[in-house]
C-alpha cells in the first residue's frame, strides 16, 4: 500500500508517522516541525536570551548532534552564538571515537570546540582510573555516578574557558523521564524537586543551563537525525551496562508500552512536583575547597575527589559522605590530592 501523503505539505508522500500524535509527514516537513518545536521551548521558556554565548555539551551522539544541529540553523533567528565543549573522561576504547565524531561535527559545521579532559582538570584522574580504584570497594556498579558529577564540572569549566553565559545540554524526554524514575527510586526528594523545570537558572554563581530537547522524544531525535543525514557516534559507552539508569530505562520502556505518554507525563510530573516545606532540603550553601554550590561542607565533585584521593571511594557515595564532611576543615585544601599517577591537583 502506498505511503499516505503528507499531512503537512500534502505535497511528498509521509515517510513516518510521529510517534506521539501520528501524524503522517515526510521528511522534510517532519524536521521543520522537530527545529519549530525546539524553537518554542526555547522562546516560551526563555531559555537563551539574545547576544548568549551557548556552550553546547559536545559528546558525539545522537542527542548533542541533534542539539548543535537544530540550534546552528535557530542561531541567527535567536540571536545567539554558539560553541562546543567536549569533555574527554578518559574512557578508553570509546572516547577517543566519540570525540572524533565531535571533531567531524565542528569542522563541517564551523563552529569552535574546546576538549576539557577530567585527567587535566581533576589531578590526574581519568574513568579509567577512578573504575580501577572503584572496583575492589563494592562499588563497581558507581562509574556513573562519580562519572556523572565530575563531567558536570568539566562542562562547567570548559564552558568559562570560551566565555559562554550558558550552558545547553542535549538530554531529551526519554532521559528527563529517566532521571525523575530513579530519583523516585532512590528516594531523592531533593534531587526530585530540583529537577523539574528546564533547566537551572545559575544559582551560587553557576551558569545557568538547560536542555533544548527536553520534550523531543528520543524515536524523534533520531528520526532528526535520519533525515538530516547526521553523522554521530553510536556506541555505548563500555561503563554503562552497569548503570542503575539502565533499569529506569526498562522499566520506562515497560511503562510505554501500557501507557505511550507515560514519558511525557513523568517529565511533566517532575515539573508540577513542589515539596512541603518540611521536607525541603536545606538551602545550598558554597563548598568550602571550591566555593561551588553544596549543601554539604564539600560539594560533590570535591567529596568524590577526596574519597578517590584517600582510597576510600565509598565515602564519597550516599550517606557515607558525612564521613568526609567530618573530616574536611572548612575553608582548608584539606589532604592533598593522590591522582594515580604524580599529576597536578584539581583546577578548581
Ligand atoms: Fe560517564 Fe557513565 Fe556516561 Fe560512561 S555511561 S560517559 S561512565 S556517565
Request: glycine letters at 10%; a positive charge; aromatic letters at 4%.
Amino acid at each position: 500500500m502506498p505511503a499516505p501523503p503528507c499531512a503537512s505539505c500534502h505535497a511528498a508522500r509521509a515517510a513516518l508517522r510521529r510517534p506521539r500524535s501520528g501524524q503522517a509527514l515526510c521528511g522534510a516537513c517532519f524536521c521543520a516541525a522537530f527545529e519549530a518545536e525546539v524553537l518554542h521551548t526555547v522562546l516560551a521558556g526563555r531559555l537563551l536570551p539574545p547576544g548568549a554565548v551557548v556552550a553546547v555539551g559536545a559528546s558525539g551522539g545522537k542527542d548533542s548532534t541533534v542539539l548543535a544541529h537544530v540550534l546552528r540553523a535557530l542561531a541567527p533567528r535567536l540571536g545567539i552564538s554558539l560553541q562546543l565543549v567536549a569533555v574527554d573522561e578518559g574512557i578508553g576504547g570509546y572516547r577517543d571515537a566519540a570525540l572524533a565524531a565531535v571533531r567531524r561535527q565542528a569542522a563541517r559545521w564551523e563552529l569552535p570546540l574546546t576538549v576539557v579532559a577530567y585527567e587535566d582538570l581533576f589531578g590526574g584522574w581519568t574513568m579509567d582510573a577512578v573504575a580501577r580504584s572503584t572496583a575492589g570497594s563494592g562499588r563497581s556498579r558507581s562509574c556513573c555516578t562519580f562519572c556523572g558529577v565530575l563531567r558536570r564540572r568539566a562542562l562547567e569549566e570548559g564552558a568559562r574557558r570560551v566565555g559562554a553565559t550558558h550552558i545547553v545540554t542535549g538530554h531529551n524526554a526519554d532521559d528527563m523521564a529517566e532521571t525523575v524514575l530513579m530519583n523516585f527510586l532512590r528516594g531523592d526528594a531533593g534531587r526530585l524537586a530540583r529537577g523539574g523545570g528546564l533547566g537551572s537558572p545559575g544559582e551560587g554563581g553557576a551558569l545557568p543551563r538547560c536542555r533544548p530537547l527536553q520534550f523531543a522524544s528520543q524515536k524523534e531525535v533520531v528520526l532528526y537525525a535520519h533525515f538530516r543525514r547526521l553523522d554521530y557516534f553510536s556506541e555505548e559507552c563500555v561503563y554503562a551496562p552497569e548503570a542503575f539508569r539502565g533499569h529506569a530505562r526498562d522499566l520506562l520502556k515497560r511503562l510505554e508500552a501500557a501507557r505511550p505518554s507515560a514519558v511525557l507525563d513523568l517529565v511533566h510530573s517532575a515539573e508540577r512536583l513542589a515539596l512541603a516545606p518540611a521536607a525541603r532540603p536545606p538551602r545550598p550553601g558554597a563548598c568550602s575547597r571550591c566555593g561551588a554550590l553544596a549543601s554539604r561542607t564539600l560539594c560533590q565533585a570535591c567529596a568524590l575527589l577526596d574519597g578517590l584521593n584517600r582510597g576510600r571511594p565509598r565515602l564519597a557515595i550516599g550517606k557515607g559522605r558525612r564521613g568526609l564532611d567530618e573530616e574536611a576543615t572548612p575553608g582548608t585544601p584539606g589532604d592533598p590530592v593522590r591522582p594515580p599517577a604524580s599529576k597536578a591537583v584539581p583546577t578548581f
